[in-house]
């Protein structure tokens, strides 16, 4: 099972750092990791492994959005399978 | 291996424009708490709907945050309850609308379909009673929803029922015109009704379904109107295209949270209504896509040739993307739900006239359309019966959703909140049908009927 996390907003110092030991704490892997600037906006896209994560999916979903919220940017984990519904035949 | 722009395009559409899962409905069959005794009815109903729907909302709620997109509304339809009624001695049917009330509001959704009755040939034991009942039952609860289907291709247009539902939807106004003549708006009349539509008010779990079924209802008009916005220069032909693969998108989500929530919960996968559903939010409009189309606002000539090639991109594209598409599938034209078609209406652009000619090419009908209160059952009967015509004729689903506003007259407005939004009361021709409406029977079934 895979996940996808979006991380979107200004730049600063240390986000992929706080993202990664989130998953960490979760044993989540980072498989990809892209990154990108969009009309003046940080855009970085984490392919994870959720497979051997060791609480509940959803517990962690809410600490990225608290994160964010820390951080003032948007962050989502979503399940990967509804990029795959929308953009795959 | 999906791409990021394939992930910032539905993050996008999700986050900026209004992209969600409208409804996931539970259908659940009543057939089986059928008694002489309505007390021990009204026991079985409760005992039903709490058991079976128990997880729906917590469920919804996992799957909208494991997959980061919003389920609007969590809903339950069941069996047209004349039907329960049928076999009551005493035939309360208010007692039968209060335990849904009930029933749903324990299981913690915010509307529960199937106070309801199919007369389209005529009227069985319980459907007299259970109409009559309408507005009483509609006044005190919150959550009910009713509906009545009084016509159909195949059996014609059942107008003794056609009267009856004009008288009924002007005293369900009268009843709660200290609430913004809130009745009318969860009563729907239908012409040919869809027995696994998703959406309410409308939604009513068949006679032909299974015992208890999940049925989902996407939206995104928001996402139409920001595709097209991003394509200036495309001829019809593009529009159609573009609309059918944002149309094809859109439905996929659909179709993965319907089958992620059936899994879950147990419970068989019934269909996937691809309808354009919009609500009063800015950017969430029917009306706004028909404008971005290049109509300077609806209602203008045009709109009903815009909203056919709409409508019919709509399918298209969603058919694809669905193993079972069922339900009203289409684009909605609420005027109330519907901040273009307010803003239309407001400025008399848009009338129900126009109106009428739009349902003939998308689905659903004359849906929240406020109108004056004085307007005599005779005209809101003979509404009905024109836009039932239209539907019987044209094979399609149609309905009627008017809300008389008491005391208030064109130009004033009614504001019923949440997702039915507020409207403008919008001028009617009152010149009198009384005579047609008041000769009862039934209009025959058209030639269209005869297909075997």
Do not use: W
Not at chain 2, 178 to 191: E, Y
Not at chain 2, 348 to 363: P, Q, R, Y
């Amino acid at each position: 099972m895979r996940a996808v996390i979006s991380v979107i907003g200004r730049d600063t110092v240390g986000i992929l750092a706080a993202v990664s030991a989130k998953c960490a704490q979760y044993n989540i892997n980072v498989t990809d990791v892209t990154q990108s600037v969009l009309q003046d906006m940080f855009v970085m896209v984490m392919m994870t492994d959720i497979s051997k994560i060791n609480a509940d999916f959803s517990k962690f979903v809410d600490e990225m959005t608290e994160l964010g919220k820390e951080k003032n940017l948007s962050i989502r984990a979503m399940h990967e399978e509804i990029f795959n519904a929308m953009h795959t035949i | 291996m999906i791409n990021e722009k394939d992930i910032l395009e539905t993050i996008t559409m999700i986050q900026d424009e209004n992209l969600d899962i409208r409804t996931v409905t539970m259908g659940i069959s009543l057939l089986d708490c059928c008694h002489s005794d309505i007390n021990t009815v009204c026991g079985k109903i409760y005992d039903k709907i709490t058991l079976y729907a128990k997880d729906l909302v917590k469920t919804c709620e996992q799957i909208e945050k494991e997959f980061g997109i919003p389920i609007i509304n969590k809903r339950i339809s069941v069996t047209p309850t004349a039907m329960i009624l049928a076999a009551c001695d005493n035939k309360d049917a208010v007692k039968i609308a209060l335990t849904l009330e009930k029933a749903a509001k324990t299981c913690g959704v915010n509307f529960i379909g199937g106070f309801s009755a199919l007369v389209q040939k005529g009227f069985a034991h319980g459907d007299t009673e259970l109409i009559r009942a309408i507005p009483e039952a509609l006044s005190v609860t919150e959550r009910v929803c009713s509906s009545v289907n009084i016509g159909s291709t195949k059996t014609g247009i059942n107008m003794d029922a056609v009267k009856l539902m004009g008288e009924t939807i002007l005293k369900s106004a009268e009843l709660t015109k200290d609430r913004n003549c809130i009745g009318p708006a969860k009563l729907v009349v239908f012409c040919n009704a869809p027995e696994d539509n998703p959406f309410m008010a409308g939604a009513f779990h068949g006679a032909g379904e299974p015992d208890c079924v999940i049925n989902v209802g996407v939206s995104g008009p928001g996402v139409v109107r920001a595709a097209l916005a991003k394509s200036k220069n495309l001829d019809l032909t593009g529009v159609a295209d573009l609309i059918k693969r944002t149309a094809f998108k859109i439905t996929r989500m659909g179709q993965l949270v319907g089958s992620e929530a059936s899994k879950r919960l147990g419970v068989p996968f019934g269909i996937v209504d691809i309808s354009l559903a919009p609500t009063p939010a800015v950017g969430d409009s029917v009306a706004h896509i028909l404008e971005e189309i290049g109509l300077d606002r609806c209602g203008a000539p045009g709109t009903t040739a815009a909203l056919a090639m709409l409508n019919d991109a709509v399918k298209k594209g969603g058919v694809m993307a669905s193993s079972h598409v069922g339900g009203l599938s289409g684009a909605f034209i609420p005027v109330s739900e519907d901040a273009g078609m307010i803003d239309a209406a407001k400025c008399g652009c848009l009338n129900i006239e126009k109106l009428e000619a739009m349902t003939s090419v998308c689905s659903v009908g004359l849906d929240m359309i406020v109108i004056p209160g004085d307007t005599t059952a005779a005209v809101i009967s003979a509404i009905i019966a024109d836009e039932a015509a239209i539907g019987m004729v044209n094979s399609k689903t149609t309905a009627v959703r008017l809300i008389p506003a008491i005391g208030k007259s064109v130009g004033e407005e009614l504001q019923f909140g949440g997702l039915l939004g507020f409207g403008p009361v919008m001028p009617v021709n009152n010149v009198s049908p009384a005579k047609f409406i008041n000769r009862g029977g039934r209009i025959p079934a058209p030639m269209q009927s005869l297909k075997n």
